[in-house]
């Protein structure tokens, strides 16, 4: 009996120290999630703020978000450099001739460019560059999707440098777009120009 106790007592111990461990896991992952959220928020505020400030761009608008993170970076950009900050992705893009986003994942890209052709607030002839570090196939189905439902010409756009290169203009831009379109030559190099010092065209879309 004695033994038997000590063993169902071992066995709770080693049941709360999974528990706990459990729970510190969780714990970490969640820092880091925030942390990672923070450092992405500030960098887009940085790269936002080298396109507002550019001759080139005028009548520009930012997405508000809609976590604390890229809400506070989104409130402290408009207050600095006057955009206006509008409070949904719709109001955002509506009658934009260029479109920028830089988000976590492909899918996420996908499903806002399915709700903002639902609402039919994307301009036709219009220009999305999208600076996700995104999967090719992920891009080639956003840029077909567009092209079909919203004549707008997507090009993908990941970029290397972290919020410091976005702050100094010394971003490397790695772009995917036909080198010969009109978009090309009107929008991506002269507007990506304004935060990188590095534009390298990898191709087409993907």
């Not at 189905?141 to 976005?166: F, H, I, N, R, T």
Request: hydrophobic content about 35%; glycine content about 8%.
């Amino acid at each position: 009996k004695a033994k038997a106790v000590a063993d169902e007592k071992k066995k709770k111990e080693e049941q709360a120290k999974k528990a706990m461990e459990e729970q510190q896991r969780k714990a970490r992952k969640e820092a880091e999630e925030k942390r990672a959220e923070v450092e992405r928020a500030d960098a887009e505020a940085k790269l936002a703020k080298k396109i507002v400030t550019a001759e080139t761009c005028s009548g520009l608008a930012v997405f508000r978000g809609r976590s604390p993170g890229t809400i506070a970076a989104a409130t402290a950009l408009g207050e600095e450099s006057g955009v206006e900050v509008a409070p949904d992705v719709e109001a955002t893009v509506k009658g934009a001739d260029v479109i920028f986003t830089c988000l976590p994942r492909s899918g996420d890209v996908h499903t806002i460019a399915n709700d903002l052709i639902s609402s039919s607030s994307i301009k036709p002839g219009s220009v999305w560059i999208d600076c996700t570090s995104g999967d090719p196939a992920g891009a080639q189905a956003v840029a077909l999707l567009l092209k079909e439902k919203a004549d707008c010409m997507y090009m993908d756009c990941a970029v290397s440098g972290g919020p410091k290169g976005a702050e100094a203009g010394t971003l490397t831009c790695m772009l995917g777009a036909p080198e010969d379109s009109v978009p090309f030559a009107t929008y991506g190099k002269a507007m990506l120009s304004t935060f990188s010092k590095n534009i390298v065209h990898c191709g087409e879309t993907g």
